[in-house]
């Protein structure tokens, strides 16, 4: 018996020494990395896949021709067009779409043959909100632990030249336009990456000291007193970069036949409110975010673009039910302004924005297959790039591809547009801007109930700015 049970011993522990023996470490063994390169099948497809992506573009390799040739310039609405701006190595495409989306009113008013508003006057004031807000933030939060994770976002990006349909909005209603020749573009306005290291270190370096304020015990009135003065350092580092905006100016213009108007002196509030004459608050924000629940109000926090203003927030609703009003309105001779991941399946060369536009899985032999839902959760998708939408093909009662106007100059696409496919729309088109007269009663109602608040880290918040 006692043979018999040393015996059984042995055995069970043979057993699960085998059984833990099977189960792999943590790390790569030797035989492990062996078994991965053997993996790979060194045949005549894979030698060849080797020497063409070594030598040359993956996109270029992946690029499906038969996509390509299937391109058209024919669409059955289309808007009249305008030339292409172009946002050049700045975050600055959602003031760009917004822009884009106003001027064609001040063409038509003034019977214009061209007109571009400051993208610049609006960027230098942008900067200014944004630097108060997020020392606003550090005195709200000053109690906090350095390492609190909503705090940690906010200094990892103290200040960024991207946005959203809000922040146009905000900034137009309290500074106003101007027209671009009384406030054009510097070197540091279309090249922002130099001027937004100086301000982040800027700002980081004011966070630091206000946060020793508090702790040394000076009140809520002393630290927004001392933030003041940390704020015309911001002004100074502005206005050097950009010059001083115009607090008035004398515009005439000449129309079509060559008549030339008698001069009149603005102020940019004054612009927007005779010239521009567009009420932006008619407009509501609408998303299809499908990893959460549609029929709901919801805001993002810390986004807001001003210190005394809420929060970014969108109504969010089925994609189909968005692409419908978003033809409705469109159709009805209203340009739309919308945010999308422009990081899949384009090509700026050839102004192609199409699901099925590169073959990466065949260049590779592998599988990227995700749901859209996958791909938000999973941060492989996010609302990356604002531009708008000035004209649809409709074949048989429905949309085929849409033409877009992008903000990457006239040398990106067809002399600055773009073609979507309906179904690129379906995957990566996820925010758009629709008047209110456009939209029922249900989702203005919608727009109006108190937003549940999703995080700053949310997969739907990535302020715009490709």
């Not at 996509?67 to 190595?89: G, H, R």
């Not at 210190?307 to 978003?326: C, G, H, R």
């Not at 629709?434 to 109930?449: G, H, S």
Request: aromatic content about 10%; glycine content about 6%.
């Amino acid at each position: 018996m006692y043979r018999f049970s040393i015996v059984l011993s042995l055995t069970l522990l043979a057993a699960s020494t085998s059984i833990f023996a099977s189960v792999p470490p943590k790390g790569l063994t030797q035989s492990h990395v062996e078994e991965l390169l053997n993996s790979v099948e060194m045949d005549a497809p894979t030698r060849a896949a080797i020497n063409a992506v070594t030598n040359n573009d993956i996109k270029d390799l992946a690029l499906n021709r038969e996509v390509v040739a299937q391109k058209d310039d024919i669409y059955s609405f289309k808007l009249p067009s305008e030339s292409a701006t172009n946002q050049e190595s700045s975050g600055r495409c959602w003031m760009f779409a917004g822009l884009n989306l106003l001027r064609p009113s001040v063409i038509k008013k003034c019977d214009l043959d061209e007109f571009e508003l400051s993208q610049s006057y609006l960027a230098f004031w942008d900067l200014l909100e944004k630097s108060n807000v997020f020392l606003e933030y550090v005195i709200e939060t000053r109690d906090r632990d350095v390492q609190d994770r909503e705090l940690v976002k906010q200094l990892d990006d103290p200040i960024g030249d991207g946005g959203y349909w809000g922040y146009v909005v905000n900034i137009i209603e309290k500074y106003g336009v101007v027209p671009k020749q009384f406030m054009g573009e510097t070197r540091s306005s279309a090249n922002t990456g130099r001027m937004r290291y100086v301000l982040a270190t800027l700002l980081r370096r004011d966070a630091a000291g206000l946060r020793a304020y508090a702790k040394a015990g000076k009140s809520e009135e002393y630290l927004r007193t001392e933030k003041l003065q940390m704020l015309k350092d911001v002004m100074r580092v502005l206005v050097i970069n950009y010059g001083l905006p115009p607090s008035e100016f004398e515009w005439r213009t000449a129309d079509s036949t060559g008549k030339v108007s008698d001069p009149i002196t603005y102020t940019p509030q004054k612009f927007y409110s005779d010239v521009i004459g567009v009420d932006l608050t008619e407009y509501v924000s609408i998303a299809s975010y499908p990893i959460h629940p549609f029929g709901k109000n919801y805001s993002i926090a810390t986004s807001r673009s001003m210190a005394d203003k809420p929060e970014v927030t969108f109504v969010n609703i089925e994609a189909d039910q968005m692409k419908s009003l978003v033809l409705k309105a469109l159709l009805d001779s209203n340009r739309i302004w919308f945010g999308c991941d422009v990081g899949h399946e384009a090509n700026s060369k050839k102004g192609l924005l199409v699901k099925g536009l590169y073959n990466y899985e065949e260049l590779f032999g592998i599988k990227l297959d995700m749901t859209k839902e996958e791909r938000l959760d999973y941060r492989s998708e996010t609302s990356n790039h604002a531009m708008v939408f000035e004209g649809v093909d409709i074949v048989d009662g429905k949309p085929r591809k849409w033409l877009i106007q992008n903000s990457w100059g006239k040398d990106v696409g067809d002399d600055g547009f773009f073609a979507m496919s309906d179904e690129w729309f379906d995957e990566y088109v996820l925010n758009v801007i629709i008047p209110k007269q456009y939209l029922p009663a249900e989702i203005l109602n919608i727009a109006k109930q108190t937003p549940t608040q999703l995080p700053v880290w949310d997969p739907v918040w990535k302020s715009l700015g490709l």
